[in-house]
């Protein structure tokens, strides 16, 4: 991934959602040929020269100050995602050129398996960084079966929401589901863009559709740790689920996914439907019947 392209991109997107009123700039009159704000607005509201915006904006920049880069911030009202992801492409575009390297394959210990598995009355699932699925407890591959077909490896998650028909009918909020994805992937684009791993998965979606590449291309930016996903389960029915996402300081880049209903819910209700159905094989394998 080219950093300096990345920083170009991100902040042509950026200026160009602020109106200069929301910025608080007079305009008089005369056509604009941009629907934000200019470069020299930017730098008027930056306090640095138009010049020196302009130089920024094509992803020079080497020796811009902290205090620059966060007066930025400021013109452009960046959140903390933002803010976060334009100091990432900072570091990277201004630094020696990375070459693209392979990580090691993410794994969790045995005994963070082992308390995954322990949740016995919470559905969780754990993603790596890229959303390979690297742990899960019964209730939280019931919760997504699609994620785990019979007698195969799972499935990525990034790759099941856009490869993947069957995830538009079972994310009701299929397209605010796709877009928190492309917003994690772009983050994690700027914290390391020498990921290999990274840009043979981005490079695949991005080839494969149509969707992802144009909100790839967006640079849009935002944290997901916790909220809400409606779904359509093929066994109990529609249901809604607040998540909050654990991060595992042990294994960086390990995500613990857990979802729970509010109770006295139908979905609380759903949720229970589904806890009996996947103790049932397990109560027939404790009585099995037997014949004379």
Same mark, same amino acid.
């Given at each position: /991934? ?5 920083? +170009? ?14 910025? &608080? =700039? #007079? @305009? ?6 941009? !629907? ?5 607005? *930017? ?14 904006? +094509? &992803? ?23 803010? $976060?992801h334009l100091l990432d492409l900072a570091r990277a575009a201004s630094g020696p050129r990375r070459i693209p390297r392979a ?18 009355? *919470? !559905?969780?699932?754990? =993603? ?5 699925? *690297? ?5 939280? +591959? ?9 007698? $195969? ?28 994805? @492309?917003?994690? /992937?772009?983050? =994690? $684009? ?8 990274? /840009? ?6 991005a080839t494969r559709s149509d969707q992802f590449r144009i909100w790839w291309g967006a640079h849009t930016v935002r944290t ?7 779904? +359509? ?17 042990? #294994?960086?880049? @390990?995500?613990?996914? #857990?979802?729970?209903?509010? !109770? ?5 209700? $759903?949720?229970? =439907? ?19």
């Amino acid at each position: /991934m080219d950093s300096r392209e990345d920083v +170009r991109q991100f902040l042509t997107a950026l200026r160009g959602r602020i109106t200069p009123a929301q910025a &608080g =700039l #007079t @305009v008089f009159g005369g056509e604009r040929r941009v !629907p934000g704000l200019r470069r020299e607005e *930017v730098a008027q509201l930056a306090g640095v020269s138009t010049a020196y915006y302009t130089r920024m904006e +094509r &992803g020079d920049l080497s020796g811009v100050s902290e205090s620059v880069l966060f007066a930025l911030v400021r013109a452009l009202e960046l959140d903390d995602a933002e803010t $976060a992801h334009l100091l990432d492409l900072a570091r990277a575009a201004s630094g020696p050129r990375r070459i693209p390297r392979a990580k090691p394959e993410t794994r969790v210990s045995a005994q963070v398996a082992q308390l995954i598995d322990a949740m016995a009355d *919470v !559905p969780a699932v754990a =993603l790596s960084r890229l959303s390979d699925v *690297v742990a899960s407890n019964s209730l939280g +591959r019931a919760l997504f079966p699609h994620l785990f077909p019979q007698g $195969a490896a799972p499935l990525n998650h990034a790759r099941y929401l856009f490869l993947d028909p069957r995830s538009q009918v079972f994310y009701v909020d299929w397209e605010k589901n796709a877009r928190e994805a @492309v917003s994690a /992937m772009r983050l =994690l $684009a700027g914290q390391d863009p020498s990921d290999r791993a990274l /840009m043979a998965l981005v490079g695949e979606l991005a080839t494969r559709s149509d969707q992802f590449r144009i909100w790839w291309g967006a640079h849009t930016v935002r944290t997901h740790a916790s909220g809400t996903k409606r779904i +359509r389960h093929p066994v109990v029915g529609p249901l809604t689920v607040g998540y909050e996402t654990l991060s595992l300081p042990s #294994t960086p880049g @390990v995500r613990i996914a #857990t979802y729970l209903a509010e !109770p006295g819910t139908p979905s609380a209700d $759903a949720l229970d =439907l589904l806890r009996n159905w996947i103790a049932q094989p397990r109560a027939d394998a404790a009585n099995p019947s037997h014949t004379g």
